[in-house]
Each structure stands twice: as C-alpha cells, then as structure tokens.
C-alpha cells in the first residue's frame, strides 16, 4: 500500500469518527428536546385535569351543596371502566367526561333545577336540554372533544332507546356513556335527595339488576354488582 493510500484511509477513518460524534451529539440534543418536550406536555395535561376538577366542583355548589357528586360518581365510573374498558381509561378525556358530564346544567334555569317538588312536562323539558347544552359548552373547549363530548352527550341515553336527548339504542349508545350511566344512578341512589332518602347499597345494586336491559346495558350492569361483591370479598 502507498503512502498516499494510507493517508487517505486515515484521513476517510478521521472523517467517519468526525460525522459519528456529530450524529451522537444531534441525537443527544433531539433526546434532550423530546424528554421537554414530554414534560411540557404532561405539565400541560395535569394544568388541564386542574382545570376541569376546579370546574366540575364550582358547577356541583349550585344543586349540590357538598360539591362531592362529581369527584364521587368520577371515581365510581372509573372503577367499572378500568374493569369493561380499560382501553377506554388511557385517554384523559374519559375522566374529563365523567367530571364534566352536567355542565349543560349551567344553562338550566334555578326555578327548574333546583325545584323540590316533583316537575312538570314543561320544565321535564327543560331540564332534558342539558346534554346537548353541555355538547355546545364543550365545543368551545378545544381540549375537551372524543370521550368527554360522549359522556356529556349521551349520559341520559337509555339501553332500551326510551332515553334522552337522541333516544340513542343499545351498543349504539357510546360505551363511555353506558358505564357512566350505572355510576350516576347508582350515586344518586344512594345518597340523600330533597325528595327522598337514600338508598342501602344493597337496595340500589337490586335496582340496578332489575333495570339491566331496560335502562342499563345488562352486561355492563353485570360487572357493576360484581364490582362490590369481589370489594366486599377482598
Ligand atoms: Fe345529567
């Protein structure tokens, strides 16, 4: 081999090891910028979920003197979606729906949502608007859409088509909304109302069983009273 060719291996050798720690150092700045970028973005979403926990509470003080409902029915919620769904519990929205799920309440006037007495077909109404409402309140929120538009929307729909405000059917109601629904009722039904006084557990569970296939998906009802049982075993 000539000196000339040595040389010029060095030299291509000098030259390769320069452009390998050039690409080591650009990889090490985009690994860099990616973990800030990743922490931006989970900052960001924790100031989201803030955001909404301090909404949901401040929406529950006007027909619920605790301001526990939300955070209560959320948990619930989440408990039987981890369980049916737990695809569904990756995606913040899921939460933020469940946390949000009356919003359209706001535009629901005190004389109907605060009434005692039972309501009339006028003010039934009335009330009845609030899931689609609640869809045109959350439009304006570019961060809040997917799951949370469909708990928002579709919490009132029954399994038997007899719900509210599309009389959505069956598995064509959202599945987000179907898990919702056993957490909401089961909530209402077992903590005090100005109408009425709570129910056991027991007592609300046995509802739930007799309205599977009526009001509630049946095997989604089904894995709601296991939920307590195997609570209950453990
Ligand atoms: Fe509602």
Sequence with gaps: MSIDNTMDHQLAAAQALKYADELRQLHEIERAHRRGVEEALRRLEE????TVRALAAALELRDDATGEHAERVTR???RLAERVAPHLCRDPQLEYGFLLHDVGKI??????????????????????????????????????????????????ERWDGAGYPLGLLGTGIPVAARVFALADAFDAMTNDRPYRLALSTAAALGEIEREASRHFDPVLAAQFVTLFADAEAA
């Design 107 to 156: 535009g629901i006037p005190d004389a109907v949502l605060l009434k005692e007495a039972p309501l009339d077909a006028d003010e039934r109404r009335e009330l009845e608007r609030h899931p689609l409402l609640g869809e045109r309140i959350l439009a304006q929120i570019p961060y809040l859409g997917g799951l949370a538009r469909d708990v928002v929307v579709a919490h009132h």
């Design 47 to 50: 100031s989201y979920a803030t």
């Design 76 to 78: 619930l919620a989440l």
